[in-house]
């Protein structure tokens, strides 16, 4: 029998891409509909009881029943090989509800210091409020985090590899540390997606995503999911259910028809950032490149181990400072000058003064966010043109 409505485990990635998730309605249509619909219609009185009360499995309201975005939460649970995905308004309200879901007052977080700044500003000036604590650990020092670790804790949370420095944690080591803690493990797997590492079959207990990066891939569309075990995600939908940040009908569409092309995009997006980062590297206006897939970097080994590859995220220190960096930037013509990323155009920015621009002098330097550091998210357009576009900056660096 035909069936595309269960994610077949033997599949690989890309069928599971593209061929998971979509439940095809009388209509026949081959690719994934739209239902952009507030709410459902019932035959009877007794049928709208039903469905309201839960007896009877359906769509009741779009605020936690889509078939758009239920059709993107499964194939994103296929992808990240998780028994349940829930789709969030954005990267943030997936971090947002996961929290409200699994803490109250008196918990506590265990985080790496290099995070997404708004995930710090949510731990620190929200949560913080509702008596939620957070303490920040250097990524990949396990015994930093095994220190900071008290009966209070009760998540782990961590971004690997880091933006924009590429440091690397041992999913599968910091996983053995929260459950012997009695704690879960959540992974922002934004940088590398499903295509390139899977948390949760190294023991992470969630994995949150910002959809708006690689996931669409091109930039389109703001968005965010929960991945993992049913008992857990139970408790990330009744939040999404209750409190509403719950994803667009269309922008689910967007990002299931991004997940079609998510490892196709994901290997040219590495091949780009390796061959970058080679000759960058090579460049003598260049200082350092931070990249996972380099040998020069201290965890290159684990990357490699961890990763099915290195992700296109670059951090690249030029001579001159910030003076040095901002030429560089100002030199481009192509490339765009942006703090986003996980788009088919690579973007340039200055971390120190835009990214991590609210950090503390101390703060950035404790985070090894040097005043020459640039980074550069790679991405699909011709290599050589990337690399002209820089070399003009770089070049002039040296001249
Ligand atoms: C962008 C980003 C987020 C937040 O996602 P939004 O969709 O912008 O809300 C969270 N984590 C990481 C690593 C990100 O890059």
Redesign the pocket.
């Given at each position: 029998m035909h069936d595309d409505t269960h994610p077949a485990d033997a599949w690989g990635l890309d069928t599971r891409a593209i061929r998971t998730g979509h439940h095809r309605t009388g209509e026949q249509e081959h690719g994934e509909p739209i239902f952009p619909t507030s709410s459902f219609v019932y035959e009877s009185a007794a049928e709208a009881a039903r469905k309201f009360g839960g007896d009877e499995p359906g769509n009741v309201y779009s605020r936690f029943t889509n078939p758009t975005v239920q059709t993107f939460e499964r194939r994103l649970a296929a992808l990240e090989d998780g028994a349940r995905c829930v789709a969030t308004s954005?990267?943030?309200?997936a971090?947002l509800a996961t929290a409200l879901a699994l803490l109250e007052a008196g918990d506590e977080i265990v985080a790496s210091r290099s995070l997404?700044g708004?995930?710090v500003s949510l731990f620190d000036k929200y949560l913080g409020k509702f008596g939620i604590t957070t303490r920040y650990v250097e990524l990949s020092n396990l015994e930093a985090w095994q220190a900071a670790i008290t009966p209070a804790t009760k998540l782990m949370f961590a971004?690997t590899p880091s933006?924009p420095l590429s440091e690397v944690a041992d999913i599968a080591e910091l996983a053995d540390l929260a459950h012997g803690h009695g704690a879960w493990l959540a992974i922002?797997n934004?940088?590398l997606t499903p295509a390139l590492q899977q948390p949760l079959a190294l023991g992470a207990d969630l994995v949150?995503h910002?959809?708006?990066?690689y996931l669409d891939g091109q930039g389109r569309a703001?968005?965010?999911a929960v991945v993992g075990p049913d008992t857990l995600l139970e408790e990330v939908f009744g939040v999404v259910r209750t409190c509403g940040p719950c994803l667009s009908p269309f922008n689910a569409w967007i990002f299931t028809k991004g997940l079609e092309t998510l490892g196709l995009r994901m290997k040219a997006h590495c091949a780009n950032a390796r061959q970058l980062a080679d000759w960058l590297e090579a460049h003598p206006a260049v200082e350092r490149v931070h990249y996972s897939g380099l040998a020069s970097h201290p965890q290159h080994a684990l990357a490699a181990r961890q990763q099915r590859d290195f992700g296109a995220v670059l951090g690249v220190e030029v001579i001159g400072g910030r003076e040095g960096a901002w030429s560089v930037i100002d030199a481009t013509r192509m490339l765009s000058i942006t703090g986003n990323?996980g788009d088919v155009k690579t973007t340039i920015t200055h971390p120190g003064t835009t990214t991590h621009g609210r950090l503390s002098d101390d703060q950035k330097a404790a985070a090894g966010i040097r005043e020459g550091l640039i980074r550069v998210a790679v991405g699909l357009e011709d290599l050589a043109d990337i690399q002209a576009d820089l070399a003009r900056g770089l070049d002039a660096l040296v001249r």
């Open positions: 954005s990267g943030m309200s971090i997404f708004s995930t971004e933006n922002d934004c940088f949150i910002s959809a708006t990066k703001v968005g965010g990323l």
